[in-house]
């Protein structure tokens, strides 16, 4: 990142100044000084502020090829979060007329678009999600927010007049908030002081395990019944990961990063959708007596817990099991097992029966990809096996 050469207020108030004309080139340009300001100058000050630093990814934008109305900046948690697309994080938003800079705590606005569509269902799920984080993290506030308590601005917060989608999504997004004006900004250490109480509830938030997970307010407005059950089938290849480097790498590959849990719902969904797959695929061809009798071991109170979730055929007659992993998201890149569903992957490994079914984008155009033997796989070297935990008994099984 950049030397720091100047204040964060002067850099902001520069900013302010610089950016209409900037905006008007439409395409970003990295070599431009007002670029270099928003990705580099900028977050290299928030992060000279922030204590261990290595926690977190500072980022600033400009756009991604066209230039945004307003740029941003965000410090991004890397227990909750390594994108402005998901999850909440701690940004400063810089209101349309660029008289106005925002410090906000709040949600990315991708994820619920990505699941509603810019539709008022969207906004919808949006509002109910700050409230419900609003009403149960009002015990971390006053601890946090011990200067900037009666400054924060728990209405929505007002970045435009327009109908620009972006900034109103933003004000949608937002947990808590601080206005300032930008040409009468506090000193520099008042600003500091405000960020770091702000961070200070960021961080108490992202620890709570009274705070619901992200996924369960993004999925909130879903309704069952709208969900398209046909999946698309796709070819697996085994992906080839980048050697750790650099701090964000290191974090999401440490024991303490949490993805995102997958609610029941999407797991429940993902198999709903398997299990019409392959009733589909039998009657096509041909074995409607197999279609009839494959079994969804959810629903199964005489064999709910196999070691997989659906008992399946080939065309031939030949029973296969799957275990079927579910995401809201484009790209599974990992899934977790139990030790008795590994335990039916290496049993199964001579007769090709065990298979993995990935299921992406659950709600909305589900994908499927099948892992075939995957046992077998780690055997080739084509998957890697890590153990993530040891369960400890404090005892002893009796003999």
Not at 219 to 224: A, C, G, N
């Amino acid at each position: 990142m950049a030397s720091l050469a100047r204040s964060f207020s002067t850099a902001v108030t520069e900013l302010s100044n610089t950016w209409d004309g900037y905006r008007s080139r439409k395409t970003t340009q990295k070599s431009h000084p007002v670029h270099v300001l928003v990705v580099d100058e900028i977050p290299s000050i928030l992060e000279s502020w922030t204590p261990n630093s290595d926690k977190y990814k500072l980022v600033g934008s400009d756009g991604q090829g066209n230039i945004l109305r307003t740029p941003w900046f965000a410090i991004l948690n890397l227990d909750v979060t390594d994108s402005a697309t998901k999850g909440y994080y701690l940004v400063y938003l810089v209101s349309a007329n660029l008289e106005k800079l925002v410090l906000a705590l709040g949600f990315g606005a991708t994820q619920f678009e990505r699941q509603y569509g810019r539709t008022k269902k969207m906004f919808a799920a949006l509002d109910m999600a700050v409230n419900n984080m609003r009403t149960n993290s009002q015990h971390l506030v006053e601890k946090s927010l011990k200067n900037t308590l009666s400054r924060n601005n728990a209405r929505p917060v007002k970045l435009d007049n327009s109908n620009d989608f972006h900034l109103t999504s933003y004000e949608h997004c937002t947990i808590y908030s601080l206005v300032y004006e930008i040409s009468d900004l506090p000193s520099e250490s008042e600003m500091k002081s405000d960020y770091l109480e702000f961070l200070d509830l960021y961080n108490k938030m992202c620890d709570s395990l009274l705070l619901a997970d992200v996924d369960s307010y993004v999925f909130e407005l879903v309704d069952e019944n709208e969900i398209q059950t046909e999946a698309k089938l796709e070819d697996f290849e085994p992906l080839v990961f980048k050697k750790r480097k650099g701090k964000e790498s290191l974090a999401r590959n440490s024991p303490s990063y949490r993805y995102s849990k997958k609610s029941d719902k999407v797991g429940k969904i993902g198999e709903e959708i398997v299990f019409e797959y392959e009733k589909k695929k039998l009657v096509e061809g041909g074995r409607i007596d197999l279609a009839e009798k494959v079994n969804l071991h959810r629903n199964d109170v005489s064999n709910r817990t196999p070691g997989w979730d659906i008992s399946s055929f080939v065309l031939n007659g030949e029973e296969i099991f799957i275990e079927v992993k579910s995401s809201e998201g484009q790209k599974i890149s990992e899934v977790e097992l139990t030790i008795n569903e590994w335990l039916q992957t290496e049993k199964n490994s001579e007769n090709n029966k065990y298979k993995i079914y990935l299921v992406s984008e659950v709600f909305s155009k589900p994908r499927i990809k099948i892992v075939s033997n995957p046992a077998k796989l780690v055997l080739e070297n084509s998957l890697e096996l890590n153990v993530a935990r040891y369960q400890l008994l404090l005892g002893k099984r009796e003999s």
